[in-house]
């Protein structure tokens, strides 16, 4: 048995064990206690330590956001197992790189996984086992399997007897093995797998729980795709206390207002594009969410002007700025906006990522592999017990990514920062996304910092295109317009405001901003969008 503090399912069972009839989860307007959110997990653990499939070590789930996909997570995790979470809407080639790369042989599947199972195993050359999970409703669940292959084992509906949690729940694994496995998107198209140790996730939870004052009447929303690093906090940081999770449905997630007043939730947890479309939608007037104690961002830039409109609205609410790739695990840095100086603090309009949290080292260097001077910018080396020890069967990303320095193992993140005299991090930009025209280097952030000023509108993205041997030959601007927007006029402000070779040369006023599964303004489909437009 591991050390009751490096487990990840712990926090879960001892909320289990103090609060067995409060709500741990509101699915679908669902509400699930503790003890029934147990229950089905451990008739996933039962099947996954069965003598048929007890060797697996890492099992994909391929699933929407039902109970059953929660149940499977914590049902993984008691057995002893990593899980590995997929989308059903992902493209079938995407999913089976998922499953070889992890070597993944057992798939949990729930309703949303049904319709595109029978095309994703034909292009699967290993054997895999398929297990349907626990679901809301028996009578559904009937009908699921009837459309899986006789020779699928199929777990068993969930006890309907209330198991208490006992200490045979803990499975004997070290704090050493995977947790779980998420992929990233590669360079080359290939997507990269990290696996998490269960070190990585509570030495992030533990920090966490120590900074935040949490309690058991706290309701957190559940915004993050599965298939997202951040819905590792959503589920565990709440299940750590006590707390009730609302799983956000997706039909609210551009416009998810409503939702956290009917909920009255406590605890926010989103990306900056969300809030952006709230902004758009009139959903962040002032005092609209008086409820919120907390409110927290990651996985964008927040611009500095969006973190004052959102704290007006949420007057009660800390608003927290986090930063932190998926390899140093959920987030690494933390900035805290005070709504009377946090705007001084900006920079290309820019909330600071802030310090990083104590347990975590860090350093900036310079191109030339020397560490910055305060005031310079530079790339961020992270290390620490929440950075990941390398991708899967990925040798030569491994090898690019990590830096040993005076017996230091260091994660590259890709990304440039800059540390100012009050010892605060400002992101710059990713180092893959900065672009060249005529020789400059240009930062894409600060041309959308400028025509936000302009259009009074946090509904900007700009791209360099067409790139061709990583030479941008102009930068692209699209607008969703709040009002009446004059492209030429925006230009010329723009003009005024920043060098020739960074004025947009041309600028698109679009219905809606694109986002990628994640809930980020997707720019490759931007781009996609200006390739079909030059044809």
Same mark, same amino acid.
């Given at each position: ?22 709500? +741990? ?75 070889? *790369? ?49 020779? @699928? ?30 992929? @990233? ?53 709440? =299940? ?20 956290? *007043? ?47 409109? =959102?704290?007006?609205?949420?007057? *009660? ?13 959920? %987030?690494? +840095?933390?900035?805290? =906006? ?44 992270? %290390? ?13 990303? *491994?090898?690019?990514?990590? %830096? ?5 193992? =260091? ?50 993205? +700009? ?73």
């Amino acid at each position: 048995m591991i050390g009751e503090n490096e487990y990840l399912g712990q926090g879960f069972v001892d909320s289990w064990q103090r609060y067995p009839e409060e709500t +741990a989860i509101v699915v679908d307007d669902n509400h699930y206690t503790y003890a029934d959110l147990g229950t089905r997990s451990l008739a996933v653990k039962e099947i996954l330590n069965s003598e048929e499939i007890s060797n697996t070590e890492n099992v994909g789930l391929l699933t929407g956001k039902s109970i059953g996909a929660y149940a499977g997570i914590l049902g993984t995790l008691f057995a002893g197992k990593a899980y590995v979470p997929m989308k059903p809407d992902h493209p079938i080639e995407r999913n089976r790189e998922i499953l070889e *790369n992890s070597s993944v042989d057992t798939l949990l599947i729930d309703h949303a996984g049904i319709e595109n199972l029978p095309a994703l195993l034909r292009e699967v050359d290993v054997p895999i086992t398929v297990g349907t999970l626990p679901s809301v409703d028996n009578d559904q669940r009937e009908d699921l399997e009837e459309l899986i292959d006789s020779e @699928t084992i199929n777990i068993a509906t969930p006890p309907t007897t209330k198991k208490g949690p006992d200490t045979d729940i803990l499975p004997d694994v070290s704090s050493k093995e995977t947790a779980y496995i998420l992929f @990233t998107s590669g360079s080359t198209g290939r997507p990269k797998g990290v696996p998490i140790t269960h070190q990585n996730v509570r030495s992030y939870l533990k920090h966490t729980w120590r900074t935040y004052e949490f309690h058991s009447s706290d309701r957190f929303s559940q915004f993050f795709d599965l298939t997202f690093d951040l819905s590792v906090h959503d589920m565990f940081v709440c =299940w750590g206390v006590g707390g009730s999770l609302h799983v956000v449905p997706d039909d609210n997630k551009m416009a998810p207002g409503q939702f956290i *007043n009917d909920r009255d939730i406590t605890v926010w947890f989103t990306v900056p594009s969300t809030a952006m479309f709230m902004s758009q939608f009139s959903q962040l007037k002032p005092n609209t969410y008086p409820e919120l104690r907390y409110s927290f961002f990651c996985g964008e830039a927040l611009s500095g002007r969006l973190a004052s409109m =959102w704290q007006k609205a949420a007057p *009660n609410s800390i608003v927290e700025n986090l930063y932190g790739p998926t390899e140093a695990t959920i %987030a690494t +840095a933390r900035y805290r =906006w005070q709504p009377d100086e946090s705007i001084e603090y900006c920079e290309n309009g820019i909330t600071p990522i802030g310090e990083m949290f104590p347990h975590q080292q860090r350093e900036i260097f310079s191109r030339d592999g020397d560490i910055v001077e305060q005031g310079e910018e530079g790339e961020l080396y992270i %290390a620490g017990p929440q950075v990941f020890d390398g991708y899967i069967e990925r040798p030569k990303a *491994n090898k690019e990514s990590f %830096a040993e320095i005076s017996g230091t193992r =260091w994660y590259r993140t890709g990304d440039l920062v800059r540390e100012d005299d009050g010892g605060r991090l400002h992101f710059i930009s990713r180092i893959d996304n900065q672009i060249q025209i005529r020789g400059h280097r240009v930062e894409l952030l600060e041309i959308e910092a400028t025509i936000r000023d302009i259009v009074e509108s946090e509904m900007v993205a +700009a791209v360099g295109w067409p790139i061709e041997e990583g030479i941008a030959q102009s930068v692209q601007a699209f607008i969703v317009p709040e009002g009446k927007v004059s492209t030429k006029e925006v230009i010329q402000e723009c003009e005024t405001e920043l060098p020739d070779y960074m004025v947009p040369k041309e600028i698109h006023l679009i219905e809606e901003m694109p986002l990628n599964v994640n809930g980020k303004i997707d720019r490759k489909h931007l781009m996609s969008i200006l390739s079909k437009s030059h044809e």
